[in-house]
């Protein structure tokens, strides 16, 4: 019975998904078409928190116009064969975040095939900024209640084999689970500049996740919490999502006090610790 259904269900599924495809597609050529957004200053972070429906397809739109092409190719190749997962729009957040702050630390919580940790490696260099770029990750096919992913793949020499196509320095990649005492040993022998956090994305997972990375990252220091934006004015075109239940949820508990948010890229909303 439950095969017939599923039969009978999946036509229906896959015409769904077309058609998300074809709205998605729609919406991202008519932004494409469309004269640069005007009013909104890419460098004043402040805007994204005004307005962050705005600022995400001003972000979007700079990742097609003015963003170097080097950032242009990398984005390419990780969505050739689904390489990785992540928005044009992200790219542009990562160029500015990195240019202004310039880390010297970067932490990845969630590494897939390398995409972010990799980006944040090619953007040190063309901004000749040393910074020394970690991920932590089981590297298998172990997901969470949101994500599923493919056993056929060798996560961590895909990583590296990644990094050599763009000929950057090895990183320090943690093979475990962020919870489990051999990362929570690599997330507090430092004060980290800037943190990802995007791993499981189940609640309990990212609050504790949050509440080692609050007391390791430096004072002044950024965390970057991805897929955070479901209790924000934010309002995605088809092409994105606005995050899931965990990362929002926990987000909207962030002691304001300590932390305060300076930007916000579609789902993935920025903190900085008070410097003092
Ligand atoms: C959405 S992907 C992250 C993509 C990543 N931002 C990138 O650019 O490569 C989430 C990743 O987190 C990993 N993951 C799942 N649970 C984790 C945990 N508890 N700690 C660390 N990583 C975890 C998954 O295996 C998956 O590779």
């Not at 606005?242 to 304001?256: V, W």
Request: some cysteine.
């Amino acid at each position: 019975m439950k095969m017939v259904m599923q039969k009978l269900l999946d036509p229906a599924r896959r015409a769904k998904g077309r058609l998300h495809q074809w709205r998605a597609d729609r919406a991202r050529a008519k932004l494409l078409r469309q004269d640069m957004i005007e009013g909104v200053d890419p460098e004043e972070l402040d805007a994204s928190l005004r307005d962050p429906t705005r600022y995400y397809y001003r972000a979007f739109q700079d990742y097609h116009r003015t963003l170097p092409e080097a950032l242009r190719a990398h984005r390419d190749y990780f969505s050739l064969n689904r390489r990785g997962f992540g928005e044009d729009a992200f790219h542009t957040m990562w160029w500015r975040l990195i240019r202004r702050y310039q880390p010297k630390t970067f932490l990845e919580i969630g590494v897939y095939r390398g995409q972010t940790i990799s980006l944040v490696a090619l953007i040190a260099r063309l901004e000749r900024i040393t910074c020394d770029v970690t991920g932590i990750s089981p590297f298998t096919s172990a997901g969470d209640s949101v994500s599923d992913y493919s056993e056929d793949i060798d996560y961590h020499d895909d990583t590296l084999r990644n990094f050599q196509h763009f000929d950057l320095g090895e990183p320090r990649l943690v093979r475990a689970l962020s919870t489990e005492p051999e990362a929570l040993d690599v997330i507090r022998e430092r004060s980290w500049d800037c943190i990802y956090i995007d791993g499981n994305h189940d609640y309990e997972v990212v609050q504790s996740d949050w509440s080692v990375c609050a007391k390791a990252v430096a004072p002044g220091g950024l965390i970057v919490l991805d897929d955070a934006g479901l209790n924000t004015d934010y309002q995605p075109p088809p092409f994105a999502t606005k995050g899931h239940p965990g990362p929002s949820q926990l987000a909207s508990e962030i002691d304001r006090t300590q932390f305060g948010e300076i930007l916000q890229v579609g789902h993935n909303r920025v903190f900085q610790k008070s410097a003092s």
